[in-house]
């Protein structure tokens, strides 16, 4: 049983940093592309970067310059530093990760969001 724990979120003010986690635990043959996703009240979820397994990272054009994404493979975790961080970027944040599991086929897996709120 596969399962994607994020932490790390927090009240910041603006100007602020933060680093989120998301940890992959269970029978993990191996996880593909991984993501960070982020949904603020009314409305819709949105991409926020994205990182293969060799490292190719993607971020949206909103953030890039003040995030950064990366993971570590041995450990099975995805990383989000968060600088600079503006009101607009109160969210909840969401990981994702594309897991084949042992015995299992490949499917996209969701952690169940952290909370970053930006406020002075």
């Known amino acids: 049983q596969v399962q994607l724990v994020e932490s790390g979120g927090d009240l910041v003010q603006p100007g602020g940093s933060l680093r989120l986690s998301c940890a992959a635990s269970g029978s993990i043959y191996i996880i593909y592309d991984m993501g960070w996703y982020r949904q603020a009240p009314g409305k819709q979820r949105e991409l926020v970067a994205t990182i293969t397994h060799g490292g190719i990272t993607n971020v949206a054009a909103s953030v890039k310059g003040r995030f950064t994404i990366s993971r570590d493979n041995a450990k099975n975790t995805m990383y989000l530093q968060m600088n600079n961080l503006e009101p607009d970027d109160t969210s909840v944040y969401y990981c994702?990760?594309?897991?084949?599991?042992?015995?299992?086929?490949?499917?996209?897996?969701w952690g169940q969001g952290t909370q970053v709120t930006v406020s002075s």
């Open positions: 994702n990760a594309r897991i084949k599991p042992l015995r299992v086929p490949t499917s996209d897996y």
